[in-house]
């Protein structure tokens, strides 16, 4: 018998919320009272040095963490209690700097595995493994075990496995990381899917600042924990005190031209 998701739990559209969060560490400050708002059909990017505390952020809003104050918000109803495999089933998906996938299985059927877990049937998730492999540029590798994926290819199914739950909000830890330069375009592409043909919210994390520039609706930018701007990718790109704490002078590209970093 498949499991089904309660229609309490899954609604349409809205916004996901975390509000004034904070999580320390033995003392250390990871986050300090951060409110950040993702919403149905954009992508929003989160950006900062290494531990600004995005992936902490990250973990708070999917269930991974539990923040010391603070909480989060699916349409307005408090989940901060919630555990992972019910915020997935609610519509709430992510994916993991490092790879979760299962290596004995083949490329399709750890595509497969995701969609069951929300309570697809057979068919089903066999149909959005087809779908999001092809969306991917996984397909020539549905047969093949996991396991011998490279780096890249590994980041592209751990997407794909996200999508599989069919979330209406997605987020995505670094997921062009090891990325060859010329797949670049199309992982853009996958994500204007992701957000303009499923209506999903897609929070981006990644150090390609080309990449963010180019796709985000909005940028939120973390520094030590603590929310230091947000806004577009235009008003981001103006911020001196984003260029001085984070980006440097030449990290961020201007509109038009190549990521400096690269």
Not at 86 to 100: E, V
Not at 214 to 235: F, Q, S, Y
Request: hydrophobic content about 40%.
């Amino acid at each position: 018998m498949q499991a089904t998701t309660p229609a309490s739990d899954r609604r349409p559209g809205g916004n996901l919320r975390a509000t004034a969060v904070s999580r320390a560490f033995e003392g250390v400050r990871a986050l300090e009272d951060v409110t950040v708002e993702l919403r149905s059909g954009e992508v929003l990017g989160l950006i900062g040095p290494n531990g600004a505390g995005k992936t902490t952020l990250v973990n708070v809003v999917t269930g991974f963490d539990v923040p010391d104050s603070g909480s989060v918000e699916l349409e307005g109803r408090d989940i901060t209690a919630w555990r992972p495999h019910r915020r997935g089933r609610a519509g709430i998906a992510r994916t993991f700097q490092g790879s979760r996938s299962f290596g004995g299985l083949s490329v399709r059927e750890n595509v497969q595995v995701a969609g069951l877990g929300v309570g697809a049937s057979p068919r089903e998730a066999r149909r959005r493994a087809s779908r999001l492999l092809d969306l991917l540029g996984l397909a020539s590798a549905a047969e093949a075990p996991a396991a011998v994926l490279s780096h890249g290819q590994e980041r592209k199914l751990e997407v794909a496995r996200a999508l599989a739950i069919e979330p209406r909000f997605v987020l995505l830890d670094e997921p062009a990381a090891g990325l060859p330069e010329a797949e670049i375009p199309q992982f853009a592409e996958v994500l204007r899917t992701v957000r303009d043909e499923r209506g999903a919210g897609v929070m981006l994390i990644d150090h390609n600042m080309a990449l963010v520039m180019e796709v985000c609706d909005r940028i939120h930018v973390l520094d030590r924990g603590r929310t230091l701007a947000e806004g577009t990718p235009r008003d981001v790109r103006g911020n001196l005190d984003v260029t001085a704490a984070y980006l440097g002078e030449s990290a961020i590209p201007e509109e038009g031209q190549p990521d400096a970093d690269r």
